[in-house]
């Protein structure tokens, strides 16, 4: 595995997503420190997801390759591959419609790879062939999680991405396809490692800019890793805070709202805000509601600082 050349490109490309993100929104530390200990949380970010994505998509192989077993011909590959990938799915979607359909095709699939083994007694015996039906299933089932995996890092999961139901499905089921066919021949590849790795390295870049849209990667990456909020966050700060937020949205103008100011004279006020960057102790926001009080669309951003700040996240279900 080449692990020198994933941490430097994933180094690189981090750097240029975070310096893509920052001339997004219109602004750039001018802490150098900050800049590149910002920098290396996204890279580690990428090279930790990017290495975890493509080792479930090489997962088939690796099983193959974990059981010590010889790879069965193409098509006993590919019929094993989906029957743990539709077994996998069946049992996750459960008594809806597609699921039964999922369990027969899963079912099938499994037969076939079964009596494919059978007529190759002659190359491996009894138990070697329970080995290789074990690493096809074990292998197949991966590869829907690695789809799922996609999607959730994607933000595909999120109610607010626009995709029609039908083109969510039509690009995952023709991208489990593609990894079933591309495991199946990847199992008996005699050629360098680096090949297969690189192909499914470059196979999981290409699917997660996709999955997550090209144009909002560099915005979902700095959510990911907590540099950024996602939506509208709910802010709780000090009067003092509070204040110095009202008298920023009064830049330009005479004096600050009067309605605003007098709704900072209680204990703790509530901020709802836009939160565009976390570092180094400090917050970019763009400001929408303080305390119930709505704030022109066209207010000034500001940054306020972090340490007596309380983010205020809604109620989930527990664990």
Known sequence: MPYKLIVGGAFVLGCALLHLYLVSIEYVPTDLLALLGLATLVSAWLALMWMFVTVFMFAPVFTVMLYEVRPPVYWVMVLGLTSGTGLLLGSMVGTEVAGPWFLVV?????????????????????????????????????????????AIIGGLSEPSVEWADGWRIATFTILLIVLIASNARA??????????????????????????????????????????????????????????????????????????????????????????????????????????????????????????????????KRW
Do not use: Y
């Open 106 to 150: 899963g079912s099938a699939a499994g037969a076939g790879s079964a009596l494919g083994l059978c007529l190759e007694k002659r190359r491996r015996g009894l138990w070697k062939g329970f080995l290789t039906m074990a690493a096809m299933l074990l292998g197949g089932a991966a590869l829907p999680l690695c789809v799922l995996v996609l």
């Open 187 to 316: 199992a008996d590849f005699r050629g360098h490692p680096a090949a297969v790795w690189t192909f499914f390295a470059v196979v999981a870049a290409v699917v997660f800019l996709v999955a997550a849209g090209w144009r909002a990667v560099p915005a979902l990456l700095a959510e990911r890793v907590g540099i950024r909020l996602a939506g509208t966050a709910t802010l709780m700060v000090p009067p003092s805070t509070c204040r110095l937020v009202v008298s920023a949205l009064a830049a330009g103008k005479p004096k600050p709202d009067d309605q605003l100011m007098l709704s900072c004279e209680v204990p703790a006020s509530v901020l709802q805000a836009k939160v565009q960057l976390r570092w180094a102790g400090r917050m970019l926001l763009v400001v929408e509601r303080i305390n119930g009080v709505d704030v022109p669309r066209d207010a000034a951003r500001m940054t306020i600082p972090d340490a007596e700040t309380q983010l205020v996240l809604p109620a989930t």
